[in-house]
């Protein structure tokens, strides 16, 4: 008795270079679509984190004026928050565990700027935002206190 021998299809075919291709237009499309919406949040996140800064400064801030009766002065800076500050006006009741462990630098690595007494309040406080520089549109403008609501 003889044995055929079943035609069986190979099952350990690889991809065709068709198929690779189908996929790789695919993700190019994919990337395309949603690359545009991705790389636009992360200057906006970094609006939405200085703002954030700001109005914990702010609350660092205020609670120096209730323990002082007063705001540090521009030349005592926002440091006056994190370590006792020399000159005028004397903090006399300044917290020995200060107000903020470290003042923060805004998010494109740059010094918040503090002016007291202020044009719009009993301080100004803003950032320079992404271009360093007074003014701006877009992620250059500068982002203050006042203008966020605080």
Known sequence: MTMKKLNTPKSN??????????VMVILGLLVAVVAPNIMGRSD????????????????A?????????????????????????????EPKNWNPDGYMKSVPKD????????????????????????DGQDGGEGDA??????DIGG
Do not use: C
Request: aromatic share 10%; hydrophobic share 35%; no cysteine.
């Open 44 to 59: 906006q996140a970094k609006i939405t984190v200085a703002e954030t800064q700001l109005t914990n400064i702010s609350k």
């Open 13 to 22: 075919r690889g991809f065709t270079l068709i198929e690779i291709m189908v």
């Open 107 to 130: 998010p494109w690595g740059s010094e918040f700027q503090y002016v007291s007494p202020g044009r719009e309040g009993p301080y100004d406080l803003y950032s320079k935002g992404a």
């Open 61 to 89: 801030l205020d609670l120096y004026r209730l323990d002082n009766s007063h705001y540090p002065s521009t030349q005592q800076g926002l440091d006056a928050l994190a370590s006792r500050p020399s000159g005028s006006p």
């Open 141 to 146: 403008a500068d982002i203050s206190l006042w």
